[in-house]
């Protein structure tokens, strides 16, 4: 018989063939279920019903595939802002219903298992990149209240159901790394537990098994990238009473990647993760991994930034000091412009050696300068940076974001100061002379010309 990684390997080689390309990034909404459906019935004759209505009346949609006798739920997208796992599923279903020379792969899953999938069960969320529902409810907060309708239609499907495992999708900040070190936690995982003292029951210990075989599998394709979430118990949350209820739970969050900000490629990884999971239930091959392996996946930790800028120069009252400077990006959806924006804040300074960057530059010898502020705006940006100038004052109607290194104020002139949670904004100078310039959190160095990918503020 074939092994898994072959397996996984030969699929992962084919794997562009099964992306679904109408989904592209962060941005995943209501419309493109709905379109994928509606293509999809006439294709593939897949099988879907609509289970019930969101507060604001979109509908929300169960996918039903294969016909073995163990039963998988599957939910995504129960956090409007999160879609890795959307688009990974949609992936997924696409390899399921193709016909290729994995055949039988896809036979041998497919007669073992039925999947019950919920692509998206906040769409209303969703439509403006939020976390939370239109009642501003956090549906994996309520599964035991089910205020929401969306958790009221996850819980009767699961009744209905009655599943084997469920499957909880999510997304995580970029912050975490997997274990104290550099590497950025890109999947984790966790088994959910029932109670706060942790016990694991046979339903929790399957769940931790299969954990372990997900890890070791995703460990070959990114190693060192892949964490065991924190346990504590929650009892509001879905994947705690689901586990409660004796399914063997299993949640999955997608996290960051260097130079990865859209989550296509941590996509491309939890397509793997489904696959493994998928393969590992069809053939119970999960069930020869040791329960004490659960253990040893490194936890997750929230140690890592944007970027860490080294042993700056700081002046302050006449005096000056050595000091790191972090910055973390915090992301706004703009509705107008369908795209997220960021605000890059510094989130801390000081001795950040038990911290990491997904980019870290040593600015030993640099001096942080200020920025200054100009009415001006009649001359390239390039003179601005030159000239110390990081604030236009410049009325440009109502937009919050500029696509250029520079920020804008019309009437409530913005603070140039250097503070935690403010925007960083400053230069990096050398014997007087600017060589680097943090423009909202994006670094530019003097010396190169690259193309700006970042954003500036626009403020009122
Ligand atoms: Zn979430």
């Known amino acids: 018989m074939q092994t898994h990684s072959y397996q996984i390997s030969s699929i992962l080689y084919d794997y562009e063939k099964y992306k679904e390309s109408s989904v592209f990034g962060r941005i995943v909404k209501y419309e493109h279920i709905r379109n994928y459906l509606n293509k999809s019935a006439e294709q593939s004759s897949l099988d879907f019903k609509s289970i019930g209505l969101s507060y604001e009346g979109r509908e929300i949609h169960l996918i039903k595939i294969g016909k073995g ?21 949609l992936d997924l279903i696409n390899f399921l219903t193709m016909s290729d020379e994995n055949n039988q792969t896809r036979k041998d899953i497919l007669h073992s298992v039925t999947l019950y999938i919920i692509p998206m069960l906040n769409p ?39 599943p084997d495992f469920a499957f909880n ?15 950025s936690s890109t999947i984790s995982l966790l088994a959910p537990p029932f109670n706060h003292q942790l016990e694991v029951n046979e ?3 399957r769940s931790m098994k299969l954990i372990v075989s ?26 705690d009473n689901f586990s409660n209820d004796g399914i063997s739970t299993i949640l999955i969050e997608a996290g960051g990647w260097t130079n990865d900000p859209e989550r296509e490629f941590v996509r ?74 960021t605000k890059g804040l510094i989130a801390d300074i000081g001795d950040l050696s038990t911290f ?21 705006n009649n001359i390239t940006i390039n003179d601005y940076h030159n000239n110390g100038i990081l604030f236009v004052k410049k009325k440009i109607g109502k937009i919050n974001w500029t696509e250029q290194p520079i920020n804008f104020y019309s009437t409530l002139k913005p603070s140039p100061e250097l503070d935690v949670d403010l925007p960083a904004n400053f230069f990096l100078s050398t014997c007087n002379k600017i060589r680097y310039i943090v423009i909202n959190g994006y670094l530019i160095d003097s010396n190169k010309s690259i193309r700006f990918n970042g954003n500036g503020i626009v403020y009122p």
Request: glycine share 6%.
């Open 356 to 376: 990491f960057g997904y980019e870290e530059f040593d600015m030993f010898g640099y001096n942080l300068q200020l920025p200054k502020f100009t009415t001006q």
């Open 268 to 341: 491309k990884i939890y397509f793997a993760a489904l696959l493994k999971s998928l393969l590992s239930i069809s053939d119970l091959c999960y069930q020869k991994e040791k329960l004490e392996d659960y253990d040893n996946i490194p936890e997750n930790k929230e140690i890592l930034y944007d970027m860490i800028l080294r042993n700056v120069s700081i002046g302050k009252a006449g005096k000056s000091f050595y000091s790191d400077i972090a910055i973390k990006h915090e992301t706004y959806y703009d509705s107008e412009r369908n795209k997220i924006y």
């Open 214 to 239: 997900i890890y070791k599998e995703l460990t070959k394709l990114i190693p060192g990238h892949i964490a065991r979430y924190d346990d504590e118990f929650e009892p509001r949350a879905f994947g």
């Open 203 to 205: 339903s929790r210990s």
């Open 69 to 89: 006798t163990t039963k998988i739920l599957l939910w995504s997208q129960m956090h409007g802002d999160e879609s890795t796992s959307t688009r990974a599923i």
């Open 169 to 183: 999708l999510h997304d995580q900040s970029p912050g975490y790394s997997a274990g104290m070190n550099y590497k």
């Open 124 to 162: 209303d969320g969703a439509e403006i990149f939020s976390r939370r529902n239109a009642q501003l409810i956090d549906i994996n907060r309520d599964a035991l209240s089910q205020q929401s309708p969306e958790a009221e239609i996850l819980y009767k499907t699961k009744n209905e159901i009655n």
